[in-house]
């Protein structure tokens, strides 16, 4: 049993206490034992994520596909049309700042660090099988890369973006990872320890998720201004360029999605195109136009094979290959997927499934294709005509290899400027969803759409800065990134529920639509109150007088209703709404007409299956253009007797109906719920 819409509104956010407590002592643990004994744990690690990549490479490879073909087929299916949010809502955010939003949260400063590196590598390195620069490995560099970069990773943040936002803003729950395992494991665990488990786990993964991409982006930082105006790499300098981006990424934490981490994620994307744009035109333009077409060309031709290719038969070579880096990133984006999918959920409230599975799968695959495509192939070209020393600088220092290939660029200073500057804003606005996404994660009572207050904010920015200044100073990023890919392991088991349960509420979603189609019969009162209506529906009334239509008609229709159910054994509640008082049972003894009334809820039981709803809520509306009267007094606004069910608003107004109607509209939506819980059994 879900809560209402207007249940929310009495809702009082609490720090979470034991999730709050149990992540930040693991975490301190974890890092205190990486630190104090950095070769045993690094070695323990190591060995741990050798045994996940060689054990588990095949399930890895299987589960990651079915990830995306079940995202996939959600978007093509017929439920492809339900929002993520009641029925009447609309998206949160415009269209391309919540593309620019996807675009930062879900890839940030690895684009920089990976961006000529990788494609380089599998050029240099390939996969057992393929010599070395060859022509071969040339042409299948940049479609390797896209694999590891292209729909599989984006399936992943697709199915649990959408299992978090469909249970929190569709069933009105809460944005948590506990919440879309509800269906399967039922309220009482979910609410209890295996919920505050789950939680705890994906606080302890994004803290490690986070303070690895922090470290990755220190060094980029790091080995750019080293690059541009000589600043040696120093652990002085890292700490300073982790301070500063921990306290920018607060105050941008602060302000909240709707501002600081908006306007960053939008101001990245506009400069890493230009960007984009720029090595384009500077570059080989007709040759890289040419080797982007080939590569997606490539990457769509072997994705099938790609996806299950395992190198069984390819002996150690190709089980090492394997391990180091397909394996690798599917662990890696697993690991992430706690701290994006909360934050792509965040974003994503009031878009269809449909909108939200394309959006979040192919608006950053177009750019991640041109990205590596344009980088990718222009390293290759330099390489293959004789640039050995670009090659070599990619493959034993990753960080420095988009600032070495810009050396053969003209004003090859401006663009590793340029490159910097991108770089520390992904850096911050990874930082700065990060604290969001924790703090949120560690309360409780969170109304969806609100975030958590702003000290909690402040609290896991400040904590994330000090791991990674821990940790930067211990030499222990390898270790932790060793932890996230270990930890990817149990939460892709995690993922594979929430398809599960995706998928038996999808289906209780149907049931309900096609329960919807059942006939119903309007009563006009045999002819004498349609002009009542009809005068209703031109007219626009003000609240005392929706409030009396609720109080005379809605009311004792509810009543009888009720009184009715309730001699016949059911479990029934007549709850009224007034400003004084939110869920205050009506006293059947009282004068009706004495009570303040802002809506009315009847609810009624049916054992471990859904509850029926019948709500009729005092509704503020703007007035429309068209009216009868044209008089200049008509107030801006107007009130309505809007009817809520369980899944939210309907989006009919009852104002106009008599007593009859009214009882009419509730028995012929009861039929409905009724006829849903037969296709349920």
């Given at each position: ?21 149990g992540?930040?002592?693991?975490s ?13 744990s ?23 596909a ?25 998206a949160?955010?415009?269209f391309?700042?919540?593309?620019a ?13 990976f ?16 010599a ?19 729909l ?5 943040y ?18 948590a990872l ?5 269906p ?38 790091n ?10 790499s ?16 607060a ?6 999605v ?15 195109i ?5 090595i384009?035109v ?8 040419n080797?982007?077409t080939?590569s997606?060309g490539q ?24 391990s ?18 909360l934050?792509?959920?965040?974003i994503s ?29 222009s ?5 293959a005509n ?16 988009l ?28 930082a ?15 109304i ?13 920015a400040?904590?994330?800065g ?14 932790l990134q ?5 930890a ?8 594979v ?13 149907g ?9 119903t ?40 209703v009720e ?45 471990d ?7 009729v ?32 608003s ?5 104002v106009?109906y ?5 009882l009419?509209?509730?028995l ?11 296709l349920e059994?």
């Amino acid at each position: 049993m879900y809560s209402s819409p207007s249940e929310d509104t009495t809702q009082t956010m609490s720090l979470n206490k034991t999730v709050f407590i149990g992540s930040a002592v693991i975490s301190i643990l974890l890092i205190i034992w990486t630190i104090v004994f950095p070769t045993y744990s690094g070695a323990l690690l190591g060995a741990g994520m050798a045994w996940v990549s060689e054990s588990f490479g095949w399930y890895y490879m299987l589960v990651v596909a079915a990830y995306s073909i079940f995202a996939l087929f959600v978007g093509f299916s017929k439920y492809g049309d339900i929002k993520l949010g009641q029925d009447h809502e609309k998206a949160q955010f415009p269209f391309l700042a919540w593309a620019a939003m996807l675009f930062s949260a879900g890839i940030g400063i690895d684009l920089l660090f990976f961006g000529a590196s990788e494609p380089l590598m599998h050029y240099l390195t390939p996969h057992a099988g393929l010599a070395p620069a060859s022509e071969e490995a040339m042409r299948q560099a940049v479609a390797q890369t896209f694999l590891h970069w292209g729909l599989h990773g984006w399936g992943i943040y697709a199915l649990i973006g959408m299992a978090l936002a469909y249970f929190a803003y569709r069933k009105n729950m809460p944005l948590a990872l506990r919440s879309p395992l509800t269906p399967i494991f039922g309220e009482r665990l979910i609410k209890g320890w295996l919920g505050d488990g789950i939680d705890t786990f994906g606080v302890v993964c994004t803290l490690m998720g986070i303070a690895t991409s922090l470290g990755i982006g220190v060094l980029q930082a790091n080995a750019g201004l080293t690059h541009v105006f000589g600043i040696e790499s120093s652990k002085m300098v890292q700490t300073i360029i982790i301070v500063c981006v921990v306290v920018a990424a607060a105050i941008s934490a602060m302000t909240g999605v709707e501002r600081g981490v908006r306007r960053l994620s939008e101001f990245n994307m506009l400069a890493a195109i230009l960007f984009l744009v720029a090595i384009l035109v500077m570059g080989n333009t007709v040759y890289l136009l040419n080797t982007f077409t080939q590569s997606v060309g490539q990457y769509f031709q072997t994705i099938v094979a790609k996806t299950f290719d395992v190198y069984a038969y390819d002996g150690a070579a190709g089980a090492e290959w394997k391990s180091g880096w397909t394996v690798f990133f599917w662990a890696w984006w697993v690991a992430w997927a706690p701290f994006v999918g909360l934050f792509i959920a965040r974003i994503s409230r009031g878009r269809t499934l449909r909108e939200f599975v394309f959006g979040v799968m192919f608006i950053p695959l177009g750019f991640i294709f041109a990205w590596f495509s344009i980088f990718g192939n222009s390293a290759i070209e330099l390489v293959a005509n004789g640039a050995t020393e670009l090659g070599e600088v990619a493959v034993n220092d990753a960080a420095m290899g988009l600032f070495a290939l810009f050396e053969y660029y003209p004003y090859s200073d401006v663009l590793s400027l340029v490159g910097v500057i991108i770089g520390l804003v992904f850096f911050i606005t990874s930082a700065d969803s990060g604290a969001l996404v924790l703090a949120n994660l560690s309360s409780r009572g969170l109304i969806n759409g609100v975030d958590a207050p702003v000290w909690l904010r402040l609290f896991w920015a400040a904590a994330t800065g000090l791991i990674t200044l821990g940790l930067l100073f211990a030499g222990g990023f390898s270790s932790l990134q060793s932890v996230s890919v270990i930890a990817g392991l149990p939460f892709s088991v995690i993922l594979v529920l929430y398809m599960i349960a995706m998928w038996k509420s999808l289906k209780e979603e149907g049931n309900k639509r096609k329960a919807s189609t059942i006939g119903t019969a309007n009563v006009l009162d045999n002819g004498k109150s349609w002009k009542a209506r009809l005068q209703r529906i031109v007219s626009f009334p003000k609240h005392a007088q929706v409030e009396h239509f609720l109080q005379t008609i809605v009311l004792p229709a509810m009543t009888d209703v009720e009184s009715e159910l309730r001699a016949g054994g059911l479990k029934t509640a007549l709850v009224v709404r007034n400003p004084e008082h939110i869920g205050q049972d009506i006293d059947q003894g009282k004068d009706q007409e004495s009570v303040q009334i802002e809506g009315l809820k009847l609810q009624v039981g049916h054992g471990d299956q859904d509850d029926f709803i019948y709500e009729v809520n005092l509704v503020k509306a703007e007035r429309p253009n068209f009216t009868l009267n044209t008089s200049s007094k008509l107030a801006e606004y107007y009130y309505r007797a809007e009817v809520f069910l369980s899944d939210g608003s309907q989006e009919y107004d009852l104002v106009g109906y008599s007593k009859e109607q009214v009882l009419v509209d509730i028995l012929n939506q009861y039929e409905r719920h009724m006829q849903y819980l037969h296709l349920e059994r």
